[in-house]
């Protein structure tokens, strides 16, 4: 099956930035969407990020827009998240989040757990103000 890996999380001060990786093995899956999402201490996770492998387009939640970048590189398999102007808000397990089943998503549920048929362990980052 589908093997998810995040890494690149860790500690930074607000203002700071970083950038996680997903890397995505094997290579024989076709993903039609991929996403990033976090799940702060005492509440619930929230999609952050998403990524259309049709056209690459991407939207992104209202609390990361303008701060943060998904992307991919097709070659090394390997999803990205760059991350700046980081917020103590933004501490959170981050994880990657891929589907491998055909079908269009509507927007409004691009962040529909259920649509995501394999995850990641997560990483964690932590932003000190």
């Known amino acids: 099956q589908l093997q998810l890996v995040e890494s690149g999380g860790g500690s930074v001060q607000a203002g700071g930035s970083l950038r996680l990786s997903c890397a995505a093995s094997?290579?024989?899956?076709?993903?039609?969407?991929m996403a990033w999402f976090r799940q702060a201490p005492g509440k619930e996770r929230e999609g952050i990020a998403i990524?259309?492998?049709?056209?690459?387009?991407?939207y992104y939640a209202d609390s990361v827009k303008g701060r943060f970048t998904i992307s991919q590189d097709n070659a090394e398999n390997t999803l990205y998240l760059q991350m700046n102007d980081l917020k103590p808000e933004d501490t959170a397990m981050y994880y990657c989040?891929?589907?491998?089943?055909?079908?269009?998503?509507?927007?409004?549920?691009?962040?529909?757990?259920?649509?995501?048929?394999?995850w990641g362990q997560g990483t964690q980052v932590t932003v000190s103000s």
């Open positions: 989040a891929a589907r491998t089943e055909q079908g269009r998503l509507l927007s409004i549920s691009f962040f529909d757990e259920p649509h995501y048929n394999y």
């Open positions: 094997p290579t024989t899956y076709t993903t039609y969407y």
């Open positions: 990524i259309n492998f049709r056209d690459y387009s991407a």
